[in-house]
């Protein structure tokens, strides 16, 4: 390489940058059988000349390495290259290389340019990826076919995966971020203001037996639209039997933005322990029509009943929801067990539009087991839809409202199921209806007798509880 620089290498568009070999210990240590001088790693081929000191720094700019970042020229295979390095670097199963993505917006081509966490490779702990901002470094991923692309994928091989401060936007309608399959190391994910735009199929989508968990999100937004969902935990394409992926669990989202077009934002056939603190979610439009959804779009979406125990656990807390049509959708659960909480929530932002008394935005299926429901100090519109998968009768206590604002409706005609019926298994306690609703449920009951209420009396409310009455309005003394 004497007379070519790296730069005018990758420019070139030449992604086998093997002119020179890694030295024995590196190759060994990021290899698995059958490596050794002159192996391959990575999806470049990329290879290390004795005595570049330069490519052994454990901070690794893919300016340094060609990318240009304006957008338009392909940077690919200097993301191929800098992952290389790093997966040259692992010694005794840790990784010690920050991939440092500088401002611009950087073009990728190939699926799997930033991350290819594949066979020969040992399994490795530790590596980051950090930018200098979200919408000032922007990554644009724009494979030749969308179906089955993926920018990142771990197979198994990577855990304490780091992304910071980086904008990703898929240019290619139906291509996927990143595919995560583990039969037990792939794990420990952490994305810190982060940002998606664009069409993915999926956000994050888990495969495999076991771990694919402790993963958090972190002040990051999720815009753009997902064909499934932005995460997607239950891929069952390796013949592994389903509820294997029930090890699935732990996954963090605190202080989020989520405003996105359409589809789903958690969607969980298997696995679960889900937590949601702070942050606003919004579904900007409808999606497109499909034969699996329909035109629904749901932020939490657990369509399947039965689980392993100690699986099914999601808590929502301070979040502000936005509920911008019918197709809207906050849950659709069907746990045949676990737990399901909100504490401080609220989804009244539109309540003053037409078609929000009706909405069902919270609907659940309920059995013997539950899932156990709670809601605590929450502020909520339209009604919550509760299916029986078996008697209704016989059911026990598994929903209960604790001093929520019930914004469209009396609780009386708050929770219904099959219909518009009275569900005997929700019980409210110190809630409070809004004016307007109660105003709506005395017109629709105007037949039943009304008794006066003498002032400075104490009023029935919904349910038999008792209110302070307003005093009457005094009138100043004249001036």
């Given at each position: 390489m004497s007379r070519v620089s790296r730069r005018q290498l990758l420019r070139g568009g030449v992604t086998v940058l093997g002119a020179t070999v890694l030295t024995g210990h590196s190759a060994s240590?990021?290899?698995?059988?059958?490596?050794?001088?002159?192996?391959?790693?990575?999806?470049?081929?990329?290879?290390?000349?004795?005595?570049?000191?330069?490519?052994?720094?454990?901070?690794?700019?893919?300016?340094?390495?060609?990318?240009?970042?304006?957008?338009?020229?392909?940077?690919?295979?200097?993301?191929?290259?800098?992952?290389?390095?790093?997966?040259?670097r692992v010694s005794r199963g840790i990784g010690r290389t920050v991939i440092e993505i500088p401002p611009g917006e950087f073009l990728i081509t190939r699926p799997n340019a930033l991350l290819n966490g594949v066979a020969p490779l040992r399994p490795a702990n530790g590596l980051r990826f950090s930018g200098a901002g979200k919408r000032m470094t922007t990554l644009v991923f724009r494979p030749s076919a969308g179906a089955g692309s993926f920018l990142c994928r771990n197979e198994d091989i990577w855990a304490n995966l780091?992304?910071?401060?980086?904008?990703?936007?898929?240019?290619?309608?139906?291509?996927?971020?990143?595919?995560?399959?583990?039969?037990?190391?792939?794990?420990d994910y952490r994305f810190s203001e982060c940002e998606w735009m664009g069409e993915w199929e999926y956000g994050i989508c888990l495969d495999g037996t076991d771990t694919n968990s402790e993963m958090r999100w972190e002040a990051c937004r999720v815009g753009g639209a997902y064909r499934r969902a932005f995460l997607y935990s239950g891929l069952t394409g390796r013949g592994q039997q389903p509820n294997d992926q029930d090890q699935f669990l732990n996954y963090w989202f605190t202080d989020m933005k989520v405003e996105y077009d359409w589809g789903n934002f958690l969607e969980f056939p298997y696995g679960g322990s889900i937590a949601c603190r702070g942050g606003s979610y919004i579904i900007t439009g409808t999606r497109p029509p499909s034969q699996e959804y329909g035109t629904t779009s749901t932020f939490f979406r657990f369509p399947v009943a039965q689980h392993h125990d100690s699986v099914q656990r999601f808590h929502a807390q301070d979040i502000r929801f936005e509920v911008r049509n019918p197709d809207a959708r906050v849950i659709d659960c069907v746990w045949k067990s676990g737990t399901v909480h909100f504490?401080?929530?609220?989804?009244?932002?539109?309540?003053?539009?037409?078609?929000?008394?009706?909405?069902?935005?919270?609907?659940?299926?309920?059995?013997?087991?539950?899932?156990?429901?709670?809601?605590?100090?929450?502020?909520?519109v339209g009604r919550h839809e509760y299916r029986t998968d078996g008697a209704r009768d016989s059911l026990p206590t598994v929903a209960r409202y604790d001093m929520c604002l019930l914004r469209s409706h009396a609780q009386e005609e708050f929770a219904v199921t099959d219909g518009t019926a009275k569900p005997d298994f929700v019980s409210f306690v110190d809630c409070l209806?809004?004016?307007?609703?109660?105003?709506?449920?005395?017109?629709?009951?105007?037949?039943?007798?009304?008794?006066?209420?003498?002032?400075?009396?104490?009023?029935?409310?919904?349910?038999?509880?008792?209110?302070?009455?307003?005093?009457?309005?005094?009138?100043?003394?004249?001036?």
């Open positions: 240590a990021a290899s698995g059988p059958g490596s050794g001088p002159g192996a391959p790693v990575g999806p470049a081929g990329a290879v290390r000349a004795p005595g570049s000191a330069g490519l052994l720094s454990r901070v690794i700019n893919v300016r340094d390495l060609g990318a240009v970042g304006d957008g338009s020229a392909d940077d690919t295979a200097a993301f191929e290259y800098a992952y290389a390095l790093a997966a040259a780091s992304f910071e401060r980086i904008q990703f936007r898929s240019a290619t309608p139906g291509a996927s971020f990143f595919s995560s399959y583990s039969t037990g190391q792939a794990q504490s401080d929530c609220d989804d009244t932002g539109l309540a003053f539009k037409d078609f929000a008394p009706e909405v069902r935005p919270h609907r659940y299926v309920v059995g013997p087991r539950g899932p156990l429901i709670r809601y605590d100090s929450c502020q909520l209806a809004d004016a307007a609703a109660d105003t709506t449920a005395s017109s629709s009951a105007s037949s039943a007798p009304v008794t006066p209420v003498a002032p400075g009396t104490a009023s029935a409310g919904p349910g038999g509880t008792t209110s302070p009455a307003t005093a009457p309005a005094q009138t100043p003394p004249p001036a």
